[in-house]
């Protein structure tokens, strides 16, 4: 049985989208933060909506999620359709907090995307 807080603090996740042109996957690294009984995956994009993989999952919210070696599937959705964005950027600044660097900026300006992950 995989640990769940053993992947929460991994430092990445791999998330693979469907490319919205070529529909061919593509994979991200990305800093993550992982809400286990929640079943809940956060990201920021830094980029907003015109990061690529932020328009690839709006035309397809189905996404796969690999944090050390272990893959989930899962759908991407706007966590604030549920009120969710405050606790995302939250979760991701404490996560974070320890890298150099001025995260203020990050928290308040990135895009919140949520990822439920699939149980399998």
Excluded: Q
């Amino acid at each position: 049985m995989t640990d769940p807080a053993r992947l929460a603090a991994e430092e990445y996740c791999y998330l693979t989208t469907t490319g919205r042109v070529t529909a061919s996957p593509h994979e991200i690294e990305i800093w993550f933060a992982l809400v286990p009984e929640r079943d809940t995956l956060y990201m920021l994009s830094g980029g907003g909506d015109r990061a690529d993989w932020v328009k690839n999952l709006r035309r397809d919210p189905r996404v796969t999620v690999r944090i050390d070696g272990v893959t989930f599937s899962g759908r991407a959705r706007d966590p604030a359709d549920d009120g969710e964005d405050d606790l995302a950027r939250r979760l991701l600044v404490e996560k974070y907090e320890r890298v150099p660097g001025r995260l203020a900026n990050w928290r308040r300006n990135a895009l919140p995307i949520a990822v439920d992950l699939e149980r399998g």
